[in-house]
């Protein structure tokens, strides 16, 4: 039921397009870690029951099967009141053509896509990361193409660097192409830097809207690694990459200071962290990856919760 009374909803950039502050994601669990296809659809059916429009996706997550799984249950909700998004550029086979941004792997990878998810178009369509051994006007070129023949409405880009949309944007304005309006990078209290001092300048004056992923930082925001105590259920048991990455002794003992001070206001941490990302300046979005629908309507409750302005700066100062 988008347009619910209690969920804002902003614009992506300078464009008429609207998505809701928070929205909900498939990396790492819907046809990942939540293979049920009941879970699956409790979790979306509430989500879009809580004003939720934007629904974020990519070929890569469970190789697929998070848009078939996704696709499933967002057919049964009117499509016009839907924002859908998939992602193209990692490898989908060993093919040597299935990977990157080139113009065939673009042309075959948004026909997989939307055969998966079941629909005609995608509202948004994302490079996922850059591709330095494909031409950047090869890449532009066709998703100008595809917005042309109608199959997508926007194009963006997944942690792209600055120097990359300065030079997308160059391309488009000298070639009268359609520029990438959106830009989805990882944005939270721990990995911020790239966003507060590089990214933020560069939106503005293009008029790009953001949407972030992993608010909390695959958990670590919420506490439930405090002391490097692993839940067997949880992400990083399961993804070596990130656990490594995350479960720093410096980056814990910010997490245990987060807790301290939500404690401090009656709060969650995770529902401090997340008041904080989605109060930033230029974010259009706030990606939610849950894998229990309690967890998004714990997540959702920032929404009603009275969070006052001088805790969000006190973790602002916190987290510099």
């Not at 347009?3 to 809701?20: D, F």
């Not at 469970?62 to 998004?85: D, H, T, W, Y």
């Not at 990995?191 to 695959?218: C, Y």
């Amino acid at each position: 039921m988008p347009n619910h009374p209690k969920m804002p909803y902003r614009s992506l950039g300078n464009c008429g397009t609207k998505v809701s502050a928070f929205s909900l994601g498939g990396w790492t669990t819907f046809g990942g870690s939540v293979k049920d296809s009941q879970s699956i659809s409790e979790i979306i059916h509430f989500a879009f029951d809580q004003g939720i429009n934007f629904y974020d996706i990519a070929d890569i997550y469970a190789k697929g099967q998070s848009e078939i799984e996704m696709g499933k249950v967002l057919k049964n909700f009117p499509r016009n009141e839907l924002v859908i998004s998939s992602k193209v550029y990692f490898p989908i086979s060993d093919d040597i053509n299935d990977r990157g941004l080139s113009r065939k792997h673009i042309a075959e990878s948004i026909n997989r896509s939307l055969k998966n998810i079941g629909t005609d178009y995608l509202d948004l369509y994302f490079c996922h990361r850059f591709d330095p051994e494909t031409p950047l006007i090869e890449t532009i070129r066709s998703m100008n193409d595809l917005i042309h023949q109608g199959k997508i409405h926007y194009w963006g880009t997944s942690q792209w660097s600055v120097e990359n949309l300065q030079e997308a944007h160059s391309i488009c304005e000298k070639f009268q192409l359609i520029p990438p309006q959106v830009e989805q990078p990882e944005y939270n209290l721990i990995n911020r830097h790239h966003i507060d001092e590089k990214l933020r300048p560069f939106v503005q004056k293009s008029g790009m809207g953001v949407v972030t992923w992993s608010p909390l930082a695959s958990g670590v925001l919420s506490g439930k690694y405090s002391g490097k105590n692993i839940p067997q259920d949880s992400r990083l048991a399961n993804i070596d990459w990130l656990r490594e990455r995350l479960l720093q002794d410096n980056v814990l003992v910010k997490a245990d200071q987060l807790v301290e001070l939500a404690t401090k206001y009656k709060v969650k941490a995770s529902q401090l962290a997340l008041a904080w990302t989605v109060a930033q300046k230029n974010i259009s979005s706030v990606i939610l990856g849950v894998s229990r629908k309690e967890q998004l309507q714990e997540n959702l409750q920032v929404l009603e919760l009275k969070i006052p302005q001088s805790a969000l700066e006190e973790l602002d100062r916190l987290f510099k």
